[in-house]
């Protein structure tokens, strides 16, 4: 179980507001730029409202590892990890809605929005127990996860975390 005991600082409130509106415009305009061939068979599961997610499954082991990637970022970056890593540990990797292979829309794409969406993504899969691996906004994502929802993970690992 994580400790509750750190403080979460958010991302600057104006450069957020930038981030969201950002985020809004790309939608499909460059997105595939991004969909170079992924290195695991990619999945699909539906959360919350519609929201089709893409996503990796490989390895096994008694652990589970679930990355999550930062802004403008999909799969493929945690392939060299993954590589590894998959020997040894069940390792579990999501595109992001509105990135990667996932769904893309009139989404809010706040933080919140992020943490929900991932934690509809762990319930559906029954992901409990894991380590929790965030880069960039990935990692702020994984550190509001883990501090929303202590008992769900064992460690949480951040890669050059955003908003510290």
Not at 112 to 128: A, P
Request: hydrophobic share 45%.
């Amino acid at each position: 179980m994580l400790s509750t005991n750190y403080l979460f600082i958010p991302i600057w409130p104006p450069v957020m507001d930038i981030f969201l509106t950002f985020i809004k415009k790309l939608e499909n305009k460059f997105i595939f730029i991004f969909t170079m061939n992924h290195p695991y068979p990619i999945q699909k599961t539906i959360v919350g409202d519609n929201i089709d997610l893409a996503y990796v499954q490989v390895g096994e082991g008694k652990q589970t590892l679930v990355f999550l990637h930062g802004f403008a970022s999909h799969i493929p970056v945690w392939e060299r990890n993954i590589s590894v890593l998959r020997k040894y540990y069940r390792c579990f990797a999501l595109d992001l809605p509105g990135l990667g292979l996932s769904a893309k829309g009139n989404f809010s794409y706040s933080l919140d929005f992020y943490g929900q969406v991932v934690k509809q993504w762990l319930d559906r899969l029954e992901i409990q127990n894991a380590v929790l691996v965030g880069h960039s906004m990935g990692g702020q994502i994984a550190t509001r996860l883990a501090l929303q929802y202590p008992d769900l993970f064992s460690h949480l690992v951040l890669v050059a975390p955003a908003g510290f």
